[in-house]
Structures are given as C-alpha cells and as structure tokens.
C-alpha cells in the first residue's frame, strides 16, 4: 500500500470531512515547491479524479493520490499530532532522503 493513515491521522480526516456534505475524500499529492524541492500538498475533495489510486481506511475516511505522486509516496505513513509546538499532519516518508526543518519539503 503506498499510503498509511496512523488512527489519529484518520480520525482527523473524519472530522474534517463530516463538516461538509460535498467533502468525501482527501486528496494527497506531491508537488515542486518548497525548500528542498517537493511539497506536500493536501486537498479535500467530492471525488477521485480518473486514474487516482483510492485508498479507504474505515468507515468514512477515504484518501485518493494521482500517479505522479503515487511514486512518491510509496511506503509514506500520514500522521495526525497535536502538541504544544505543533498541531497539524505529519508525513513520514521512507523515500524522503532529505527534508527542510519546517517537514512541508522534500527530496528524493
């Protein structure tokens, strides 16, 4: 499986999409950008685009990532912290050689 949701991670999402009617699924992708050179980037949509890899991970958490960014995120765990200096996802990609201090960029 290219893509993990951590419990907390999933139950994030479900959160976020339950507030809205049109949001089903979270679209994760990768994009140029950032300090080293790839970005995460994430998206809640109505529905996976034609091609996407779709991804469900219990009731109501759905996930959809485009093949381009399907071969950088092979293996990537997507986690949910919530902590006194940060409250926001955490990816943790095996394929990130190296990221900037903030982790929104990386490279393989």
Do not use: I
């Not at 949509?45 to 399907?70: H, L, N």
């Not at 995120?73 to 990609?93: D, P």
Request: with cysteine; net charge neutral.
């Amino acid at each position: 499986m290219a893509l993990t949701l951590s419990p907390s991670a999933a139950e994030r999402v479900r959160e976020m999409t339950s507030k809205d009617a049109n949001v089903r699924w979270l679209r994760v992708a990768v994009r140029g950008g950032g300090c080293s050179g790839l970005q995460y980037h994430l998206d809640f949509v109505d529905a996976p685009k034609e091609g996407d890899r779709t991804y469900e991970f219990g009731e109501g958490v759905r996930v959809c990532v485009d093949k381009k960014s399907y071969l950088f995120l092979n293996g990537t765990e997507l986690h949910f912290e919530r902590s006194l200096l940060k409250t926001g996802f955490v990816f943790n990609n095996p394929l990130a050689q190296r990221t900037c201090s903030c982790g929104d960029s990386f490279t393989v």
